[in-house]
């Protein structure tokens, strides 16, 4: 398996676009989570999915920011306006099991700058 | 808000040298776990200690855990160039898992 495979890499963009970050989870993994890194904030939740369904969206900052997961192998984070805040590296992760009780896989990120 | 907060913040170390560095909670865990994340790169699970457990071995880690301090430590041994990494703790609450700050370990040739 490849594992978690994010894209883009890297993404900047101007403030008030449209942003559309993509994740496809391991194959078989029930529970795909996306999380924000920063060097203020460290390593942030935003939420989580389980079997395609949103569990836990309490961490997404603002009505700015959805996430869906059409389908097992595919999930996407918008953030629609953008602002220079949102700047940040977000990771989408996936595990077999619930978090809690299994180690995360972790794709390579996705590299945000809005300008 | 940090669930888990990793001491120190820095490390800087020979290779050859053992590194230590620890984490510390606030509430009640089933689980803790420790990933590594090199630059530019997502993070990688190095363990998972249960609560149930004193400490536990992975070829050059050594976790130990203490429910009753509420902290755990990772002891990398004959450490690399290549363990040059940030070091993050990772603790479930409500069932969700969340990171500390993380250390940053720098191993020197």
């Known amino acids: 398996d490849a594992g978690v495979i994010q894209s883009p890499r890297h993404e900047v963009t101007e403030m008030g676009q449209e942003v559309t970050l993509r994740c496809k989870p391991i194959s078989g993994h029930d529970y795909l989570f996306w999380y924000r890194q920063t060097m203020m904030r460290g390593l942030e939740l935003l939420i989580y999915f389980n079997n395609n369904v949103p569990i836990d969206d309490s961490g997404m900052p603002e009505d700015r920011f959805s996430a869906k997961m059409p389908n097992a192998s595919f999930s996407t984070l918008k953030i629609q306006p953008s602002e220079p805040r949102d700047s940040a590296v977000y990771f989408c992760?996936?595990?077999?099991?619930?978090?809690?009780?299994?180690?995360?896989?972790f794709g390579s990120g996705t590299q945000l700058s809005v300008l | 808000s940090q669930q888990g907060e990793e001491d120190p913040q820095a490390l800087s170390i020979q290779e050859g040298e053992n590194a230590t560095m620890n984490c510390s909670y606030k509430t009640s865990i089933n689980n803790l776990q420790w990933y590594r994340q090199n630059s530019g790169r997502g993070l990688v699970h190095l363990i998972l200690?249960?609560?149930?457990?004193r400490e536990k071995h992975s070829g050059r880690l050594r976790v130990t855990l203490d429910t009753s301090k509420k902290s755990s430590s990772l002891l990398i041994t004959a450490s690399r160039a290549a363990d040059t990494a940030s070091y993050f703790c990772a603790t479930d609450s409500w069932g969700k898992l969340q990171f500390g700050a993380g250390t940053q370990v720098v191993v020197t040739p």
């Open positions: 992760a996936s595990s077999l099991y619930i978090a809690t009780n299994e180690k995360l896989f």
């Open positions: 200690i249960r609560s149930n457990e």
